[in-house]
């Protein structure tokens, strides 16, 4: 089965919740024009790293941005995921990546498990409790948040839950643009999954973004990967290569639990 997945790879305005919603609005229009199923959007793309006004942004997950991306889904008749900063409970917020479906539904909510304390989101945020599957037309989709990159268990996780995608949007810096790159190989070829990874671009409290985002196969390779520029990039998914690819080398087969 195929589909087309669109990555909108934008220069992410530092608390500018208007002027990254208008990008994400383009950016969605011209990813339904060229026929994508799915678009996806870097991590705290509404609003960048302005963690310490969390509360002037956050909310909840029917509400603010959340409820704009919803109506974006369904005028586009499209799948749009991303992640924002949510309203778990009074004062306490997360990073959340939701999947809205083309009638404006939320199929799944995701919260970023693990923390990054080089950009100071564990002063400011509540960690997410559980890995999060939704179940598209395409097959299951495991989703992860940037830092999650680094923490190959929650991939094999949904691997094993029978997921042959994984969804991240990022917001991964230039000096380990080599770590990025590597890592999207490595979960991809290790669970024979497709990784999906929508990166920012652009600098922000003196931090530069590395961009190449990246549809990375079963198999290790590049489908499509950007550059560091602003802009959108579009690629077809064929999700049966999942199972020939977890046929011929049958690793899920030979996997032994480690206790």
Request: with cysteine; net charge negative.
């Amino acid at each position: 089965m195929q589909f087309t997945v669109s990555l909108g790879q934008m220069d992410v305005k530092l608390g500018q919740p208007d002027a990254n919603l208008k990008t994400v609005r383009t950016l969605t229009a011209e990813a339904a024009q060229r026929g994508a199923d799915v678009v996806v959007f870097p991590e705290l793309w509404s609003t960048g790293y302005d963690l310490e006004r969390a509360g002037q942004y956050a909310t909840g997950l029917d509400a603010g941005n959340f409820a704009a991306v919803a109506e974006l889904a369904r005028r586009y008749r499209i799948h749009i995921l991303g992640s924002m900063l949510s309203l778990i409970e009074p004062g306490k917020y997360g990073n959340t990546a939701v999947w809205f479906g083309p009638e404006g539904g939320i199929l799944g909510a995701y919260t970023k498990l693990h923390l990054f304390r080089l950009m100071d989101e564990h002063h400011y945020l509540m960690p997410g409790e559980t890995p999060t599957i939704v179940e598209t037309p395409w097959g299951k989709a495991g989703l992860a948040i940037c830092y999650d990159l680094r923490f190959p268990e929650l991939f094999r996780h949904y691997a094993l839950a029978g997921a042959g995608l994984v969804f991240l949007p990022a917001e991964w810096p230039h000096p380990r643009r080599a770590h990025w790159r590597t890592l999207l190989r490595a979960r991809a070829i290790e669970n024979q999954s497709y990784v999906v990874a929508c990166n920012r671009v652009g600098e922000s409290k003196g931090v530069r973004f590395c961009g190449h985002s990246a549809v990375i196969d079963p198999w290790g390779e590049t489908v499509v990967e950007g550059n560091e520029d602003e802009g959108l990039l579009t690629a077809t998914i064929d999700t049966d290569l999942v199972a020939e690819v977890r046929a011929k080398i049958p690793v899920f087969e030979d996997w032994r639990p480690i206790e």
